[in-house]
């Protein structure tokens, strides 16, 4: 079960290193599980972390670790470390890991910029690998941003469904304004006081088309952390781990280009196994957080887990089954569009705080929540 | 049109092999010799069977439109001068999916249109990339490609290149 979770504010120039973030993040989500650092026997972090376990140990006083991990592909550790502690618990390998991501993603190594991919060597700028975005398959054609490679998912989706543009920015665009709406009443959201219409979206600055720049996801400096216990460990109400796993088909590492389909995001027996696991169907979710780097990434993850049919999202959107009172809400924290991103684990806490009832956009009665990225996913439930 | 590449490959093994290729305009595709299906990008094992035996063969360059993207923001300073520019995820008539840049159609493309590759030659790097395929023409790379089929199999690949001749870049 998570018996705690934590965050720093979030902001687009933090004064404190990624091993301060990281710390203050770790230390609030102990507060919360009522726990001190010594009970702490497990860390699993994002690949991608720039915090060692090591230093993270001995800044936060910890005795000793029974398990240590890294879970890779980017996001997909938001669920994924998650998935990884809840597995090593139910093992007996540990008995309280903390997952966390600190990182000053817009004062540093911002992950929507091709800086992190490029080497300068000799005065030339140099890619090496193969991953997509930045490798030496994409970068010498511009493919070097995430955003452009999900823009490619978003305008095959619409030709798959004889969608046209406006529809597409219309559904994509319900996606930013409703998200951007529920920011408005998130003290902790990087785009507090800066409400969008859908006029505001469609006159926004084109960065990958079809995708604007309020398709994007807010890159900023912060961290959170996830505390995760065997069941009663903690006096609080804590959020029961109903299901977790973690999932890769071929080629989905780290963004899908090369499948057969590039508008789907998970498989079907992934998402069947998860549904048959924890013994619900979708219509039994209250809430679903999704991991939206982009827009078009809800989209298709709606259809994805059979939320709505295939090509239906863009009705769903449009009617605004997204929002507050509509049939399943969304990313209610404003999403990484609009709370900010701490990739992607800042999202794992809104499902926590939804299904422990204390929410800022609380959805009513909120038992059962999805959270899912490309990668990974889990269902969160009440404790008792 | 010759530009200095913004940004230059570091390729390693197979990669280093499709890359030397591209730098005598020819676009190499590995193909199972068990299954017989062709793949891209390199791998020493086939992503369909799983073997470990493989050719290399040359692609045609033909090839339809999976997906695209215009990019109207640089997500690095190398790349502004050319914006906006056009990616394309290409399905190759051989099977292999493959990004190139789309060269002569500026605007959005439609998905499903033909295209055919054309590398794109800077000072000292050339790289793959298509142009819209026009029905009964041929391209420049087409006809050299014709020529080095009439005189044999093209020149052998070279197997350990490190480095495709980096040079100084105008967007640092």
Not at chain 1, 188 to 199: D, F, I, K, Q
Not at chain 1, 344 to 356: A, K, W, Y
Not at chain 2, 124 to 151: E, M
């Amino acid at each position: 079960m998570i018996s705690g979770v934590g965050m720093t504010e979030l902001s687009s120039h933090s004064d404190q290193s990624e091993l301060g973030l990281a710390v203050s993040a770790v230390r609030a989500a102990l507060e919360d599980a009522e726990l001190e650092a010594d009970a702490v026997d497990g860390f699993v972090s994002y690949s991608y972390d720039r915090v060692g376990i090591g230093p993270l140990q001995r800044a936060l006083g910890v005795p000793e670790l029974r398990l240590f991990a890294e879970v890779p592909y980017g996001g997909g550790a938001s669920c994924g470390t998650v998935a990884q502690a809840a597995a090593a618990i139910d093992a007996g390998l540990a008995s309280c890991v903390v997952c966390f991501r600190a990182m000053k993603g817009r004062s540093g190594t911002r992950l929507g910029r091709a800086e992190r991919h490029l080497e300068t060597e000799g005065g030339a700028l140099i890619c090496r690998g193969a991953r997509v975005p930045g490798g030496v398959f994409a970068a010498p054609s511009g493919l070097l941003s995430p955003a452009q490679t999900m823009a490619l998912w978003a305008h095959r989706y619409a030709y798959d469904q004889a969608l046209d543009r406006d529809r597409l920015s219309e559904a994509l665009g319900a996606i930013a304004v409703t998200q951007r709406a529920y920011a408005q009443t998130n003290p902790r959201a990087v785009t507090r006081g800066r409400p969008l219409s859908m006029e505001d979206y469609l006159a926004g600055r084109m960065i990958a088309s079809p995708l604007r720049v309020y398709d994007l996801c807010r890159e900023s400096d912060g961290a959170a952390a996830v505390v995760v216990t065997a069941p009663r460990r903690s006096s609080r109400r804590a959020a029961r781990v109903v299901a977790a796993s973690q999932h890769l088909f071929p080629y989905s590492d780290p963004l899908p280009v090369y499948p057969p389909d590039i508008t789907r995001l998970t498989t079907e027996r992934e998402v069947g196994d998860l549904f048959a696991q924890a013994r619900v169907s979708p219509s039994a979710i209250d809430v679903a957080i999704i991991y939206d780097a982009t827009t078009i990434a809800v989209l298709l993850t709606l259809e994805d887990y059979g939320f709505c049919p295939r090509g239906g999202a863009p009705e769903f959107l449009t009617d605004g089954q997204h929002g507050p009172g509509g049939l399943l809400p969304v990313n209610p924290h404003g999403g990484l569009l609009s709370e900010g991103y701490v990739h992607g684990l800042n999202s794992v806490i809104e499902g926590v705080r939804q299904v422990r009832d204390e929410a800022d956009n609380q959805v009513p009665g909120a038992g059962l929540a999805l959270i899912t990225v490309r990668g990974a996913v889990l269902l969160l439930g009440v404790e008792g | 049109m010759t530009f200095t590449a913004p940004i230059v490959p570091d390729p390693e093994g197979l990669s280093a092999v499709y890359w030397d290729a591209a730098q005598q305009e020819r676009l190499l595709l590995q193909r199972c010799t068990r299954c017989g299906q062709a793949w891209h990008p390199p791998s020493e094992f086939c992503p369909f069977c799983q073997a470990s035996e493989f050719e290399w063969i040359d692609a045609t360059g033909e090839g339809v439109i999976h997906s695209y993207t215009v990019a109207h923001h640089a997500a690095h300073a190398a790349v502004e001068v050319w914006i906006p520019y056009t990616i394309l995820l290409v399905d190759l008539v051989e099977g292999p999916r493959m990004i190139g840049r789309l060269l002569d159609a500026p605007g959005e493309p439609a998905i499903g249109t033909p295209v055919r590759l054309r590398f794109e030659r800077y000072s000292d790097l050339k790289v793959p990339a298509f142009v819209v395929h026009a029905r009964g023409g041929s391209s420049c790379t087409a006809r050299r490609r014709q020529r080095r089929r009439r005189r044999g199999t093209g020149a052998p690949i070279q197997e350990h290149h490190t480095r495709v001749s980096p040079r100084p870049c105008p967007g640092q």
